[in-house]
T-cell receptor
Framework: DAGVIQSPRHEVTEMGQEVTLRCKPISGHDYLFWYRQTMMRGLELLIYFNNNVPIDDSGMPEDRFSAKMPNASFSTLKIQPSEPRDSAVYFC??????????FGDGTRLSIL | KQEVTQIPAALSVPEGENLVLNCSFTDSAIYNLQWFRQDPGKGLTSLLLIQSSQREQTSGRLNASLDKSSGRSTLYIAASQPGDSATYLCAVITGANNLFFGTGTRLTVIP
């Protein structure tokens, strides 16, 4: 059974460029989460979806960040324009309503 | 706002030793608590999920306890092995299905 799949695994780009991170949740999971992990702040929830609808985006740091879930099997997190302080590992997770969250392997993002 | 603290930040033990990792949280109004393991370059692997009505959960050599009233959880690892070396994170889940993570305990088991 495939887990949560994220792409790319690594992304290096110059500041000002648009970055798009992708996530395929586990089939049948109603919830999808985007997290950011940094050494200074640990793991932070950015946004989550229930049945493709964004429920809480209060963790999104600023307007440069946006997330979409056009269907039950795909979500994107976009940063435009990117800045060096956006460098972090971004995780996607999915779950049933009351079950444990299952995480992807993350995207390691470096903004130069 | 919920704050989750894990102590110690790092722990090094010889192989075979039993150990306890601690997690405390400030708001006892949680839905459940989840312990994760994180290996370098990998996502978080869920170890145990304790519902708010439960006191403990066990899986193999792992046992997690939850005391909501005191805002504490412990993860007990029996007969530690070098393969247990990783960072262990606890997270509390609120009724809105938000996770609040601790900063983790980095465990090293020495062969």
């Amino acid at each position: 059974d495939a887990g949560v799949i994220q792409s790319p695994r690594h992304e290096v780009t110059e500041m000002g460029q648009e970055v798009t991170l992708r996530c395929k949740p586990i089939s049948g999971h109603d919830y999808l989460f985007w997290y950011r992990q940094t050494m200074m702040r640990g793991l932070e929830l950015l946004i989550y979806f229930n049945n493709n609808v964004p429920i809480d985006d209060s963790g999104m740091p600023e307007d440069r960040f946006s997330a979409k879930m056009p269907n039950a099997s795909f979500s994107t997190l976009k940063i435009q324009p990117s800045e060096p302080r956006d460098s972090a590992v971004y995780f996607c997770a999915s779950s049933h309503p009351t079950g444990p969250q299952h995480f992807g392997d993350g995207t390691r993002l470096s903004i130069l | 706002k919920q704050e989750v603290t894990q102590i110690p930040a790092a722990l090094s033990v010889p192989e075979g030793e039993n150990l306890v990792l601690n997690c405390s949280f400030t708001d006892s109004a949680i839905y459940n608590l989840q312990w994760f393991r994180q290996d370098p370059g990998k996502g978080l692997t869920s170890l145990l999920l304790i519902q708010s009505s439960q006191r403990e959960q066990t899986s193999g050599r792992l046992n997690a306890s939850l005391d909501k009233s005191s805002g504490r959880s412990t993860l007990y690892i029996a007969a530690s092995q070098p393969g247990d070396s990783a960072t262990y994170l606890c997270a509390v889940i609120t009724g809105a299905n938000n996770l609040f993570f601790g900063t983790g305990t980095r465990l090293t088991v020495i062969p």
